[in-house]
């Protein structure tokens, strides 16, 4: 599959909520059970850093980060979502994806990276242990989704770059 990964344009907006949608539906992605406004998932995230992934002029997956903390002393620690559309996973956009944010948020100070994945995501575990992430631990009973308390997994990466 041919493929470009480039930065997130202000018109990819709806292919961004609609893959998220995506996402949402598979219940292995989020806690989340509905797609937020564009103004509420742009507030969420950093304007640096959101990258799309672009097959014949139409977005197939999106990466972004999301602040950890508004404190100072946290400005360089950032949450990577990483969301594919259904029918371009498996085909190493996801991959593509997480490299190029990873490098793109070492050149903005960004020395780590964590991520919370539900253990039964494997697809997910995989891709980030390929990008250097390492499992931290498993945070039990963390959340309820669809009134079923689940598991995650907190993986990190810390940029060998920075510090």
């Not at 620690?77 to 948020?105: D, F, H, M, N, P």
């Not at 539900?118 to 631990?137: I, K, Q, R, T």
Request: one cysteine or more; aromatic letters at 8%.
């Amino acid at each position: 599959m041919d493929f470009v990964i480039e930065s997130m344009r202000a018109d990819d907006q709806n292919a961004v909520l609609a893959i998220y949608r995506e996402g949402i539906e598979t219940g292995m992605a989020t806690f989340e059970t509905a797609v937020p406004s564009w103004e509420k998932w742009d507030a969420g995230h950093l304007a640096a850093n959101r990258l799309v992934a672009r097959q014949d002029g139409q977005v197939i997956g999106w990466a972004a980060l999301s602040p950890v903390s508004s404190r100072c002393v946290y400005q360089g620690v950032a949450e990577v979502s990483v969301y594919i559309a259904t029918a371009a996973r498996s085909q190493g956009i996801g991959k593509a994806l997480l490299q190029t944010l990873v490098a793109a948020s070492e050149q903005d100070n960004i020395w780590t990276l964590q991520a919370s994945l539900f253990p039964e995501n494997e697809a997910s575990l995989a891709l980030h242990l390929a990008c250097g992430f390492h499992v931290v631990g498993r945070r039990e009973r963390i959340a309820q989704l669809h009134g079923v308390w689940r598991d995650t997994l907190f993986l990190e990466r810390r940029s060998p770059v920075i510090i």
